[in-house]
Every structure is written in C-alpha cells, then in structure tokens.
C-alpha cells in the first residue's frame, strides 16, 4: 500500500487522518511544519503528500513549489479558502486535488486513492505512441513524453492526461466537465473552470499560439484536439 506524508500544523487534525488512512492500509508520515515536510519527502520518498497551506514558517505554497521542482509526487491540498481563485492558485502550484477545510475524512480518503489511481497512468489514452498533424504532436503515453514541432515539451501530470483525453478522439468536443472527469476522475463542479488554466499552460508548452489549431476552443462548449492522428506514423 502506498505511503502519505500528512503536513498540517494542528497535531488533532494529523492524528485523524492517521486513524483513517492507516485504517485502508496507508503507510503514514507526518510534519508540522514546512521544512520538516521537506526533508521528510527528501528521505522517505513518499507516494503522496497531503499539505496545508497555512503552515507555520514555509509556507505552504513555497513547500508545493519545492516539491514539485523536486518531482512530481502528488499533491492534495488542504485549505481553509474556498473561493474559486483560491482553487486555481492551488493547482497552478500543482495541486493534483484541492480539499477545502472542513471536511470529511472518508471523503479525503476517497480523494487520496482517486489522485493516486491517476498517477499510476493516464485514464484516457493506453498502448503505443502516436503522432498528430503531421508529426507536429507527438504523445507517448507508456513513457508519459510528449514532442511538439520536434521538441520535448514537460507537462505536470493533470496537463499530460488532459492532453491524452483529448487525444483519445481527435476533433471530438469535450466539454470541461467532462474532461474533469477523465482526468480527476470524478464530476466536481468546483474543478470545471480550473481546465481553462490547464489548456492556457498546455498551449504555452506546445507552442500552440492564437489562434490555436492544436487545441481548440469549441464555444460554448468546451475543448477539441484540432490535429488528425496521422496514419502509420506510431512509434
């Protein structure tokens, strides 16, 4: 079973999610703080991190930001403010889910085992590499790389499997909703806008400047891949 680092500063709030996750067969790490997250995560390598953002010391958000230049563990924030910037700042940061305080344990638990389903491999796309519009897009979804216009492009984990659920039809219109679903695995409302800022960074990282013609707006709608899948050019 899979080991998660737990960072809050309330001792009361760590050794509930203890009882929990130790009651599914979680492995569990705690911090009270942000540096000694840090060094936990360092040592321990642990399969997620559940962080609060208002951490004594470091704060939260520079302890996701130092996680992920380290690497790409998961991460499911927990916050007191609920308001939708709140929830985009978060998963700019690299939040792979956002928990706002209070909560359900079960429910975070539920999240948990969601995020880390997600980060065993991408939901949308499996088996062997394809190319799109002419070799302009190239997704390989075994080794999780993506080439554009000749060139490796590095996407966070909620970008790649974006990428894959839209490259699992090309020229299909996706609405945000359902592409919440593809990649978080479950229809949460609060997530639905959150996908404008995972395309935003997507088409900065392809290079797919205005007026998109990899990633294209469907208004009204959602989102489509604008690029065929190019026959028998799979790698």
């Not at 010391?57 to 007191?80: N, Q, S």
């Not at 949308?124 to 216009?149: I, K, P």
Request: glycine share 8%.
């Amino acid at each position: 079973m899979a080991t998660v680092l737990v960072v809050d500063d309330e001792a009361k709030l760590r050794g509930l999610l203890r009882d929990y996750l130790e009651r599914d067969g979680y492995t569990v790490l705690e911090a009270a703080d942000g540096r000694a997250a840090l060094d936990l995560a360092a040592a321990s390598h642990p399969d997620l991190v559940v962080l609060d953002l208002a951490l004594p010391g470091l704060p939260g958000e520079e302890v996701a930001r130092l996680l992920r230049k380290a690497g790409e563990v998961p991460i499911v924030m927990l916050t007191a403010k609920a308001s939708e910037n709140d929830r985009v700042m978060g998963l700019r940061l690299g939040a792979d889910d956002y928990v706002v305080k209070p909560f359900s344990p079960r429910e975070l638990v539920a999240r948990i085992e969601a995020v880390l389903r997600r980060a065993r491999g991408p939901r949308a796309v499996t088996g062997q590499a394809a190319s799109y519009g002419q070799g302009r897009l190239r997704l390989d979804t075994e080794r999780r790389e993506v080439h554009a216009d000749g060139q490796p492009a590095e996407l966070t984990r909620m970008e790649f499997d974006l990428l894959a659920a839209l490259a699992s039809r090309p020229g299909r219109a996706w609405t945000r909703m359902e592409l919440v679903g593809r990649i978080q695995g479950h229809t949460y409302e609060a997530y639905e806008r959150t996908i404008d800022v995972h395309v935003k960074n997507l088409r900065r990282k392809l290079g797919d400047t205005p007026p998109s013609t990899m990633i294209v707006t469907v208004p009204g709608v959602g989102y489509k891949l604008g690029v065929d899948r190019d026959v028998d050019r799979d790698a």
